[in-house]
């Protein structure tokens, strides 16, 4: 059994102290007014083959007062905003040893990880999953 299809809706004006509006007409496409900006700083990243254990590469990231760090899977990169440098690399793994904290996120961390900075704190938070 079909619906049938409902008829568009009248044009029912509102009046502001006696004078009815004019119906909105459209003008045409909206175009950008100006076009964005270039990028200020342009550097390669962690790379999905040697840091990222595969595809996809589920790239995160964020940007603090000097550094940029960047996850991609299971690594995290450190890198300098100023010019790109690459300061460390390193894996979850080998982040997540460092403090044994006696559970699966001490040897493995599968990725699709997300690293924020919080500006209010002034310190970086790292989200990741063990399973």
Not at 32 to 57: C, H, K, M, T, Y
Request: charged share 15%.
């Amino acid at each position: 059994m079909e619906r049938a299809e409902l008829p568009e809706p009248g044009f029912h004006p509102v009046t502001v102290q006696g004078v009815v509006p004019e119906p909105s007409i459209p003008v045409g496409t909206p175009v950008p007014l100006a076009p964005a900006p270039p990028p200020i700083g342009v550097f390669e990243g962690l790379d999905r083959f040697n840091w990222g254990a595969g595809s996809p590469p589920d790239t995160n990231g964020d940007a603090g007062p000097n550094n940029y760090i960047q996850t991609v899977n299971t690594s995290i990169g450190v890198f300098r905003k100023s010019d790109g440098f690459q300061q460390a690399a390193f894996t979850f793994n080998t982040f997540m040893s460092q403090g044994s904290f006696g559970n699966l996120c001490d040897t493995n961390n599968f990725g699709d990880p997300v690293v924020l900075y919080d500006t209010f704190e002034d310190r970086w938070s790292f989200l990741i999953s063990p399973f």
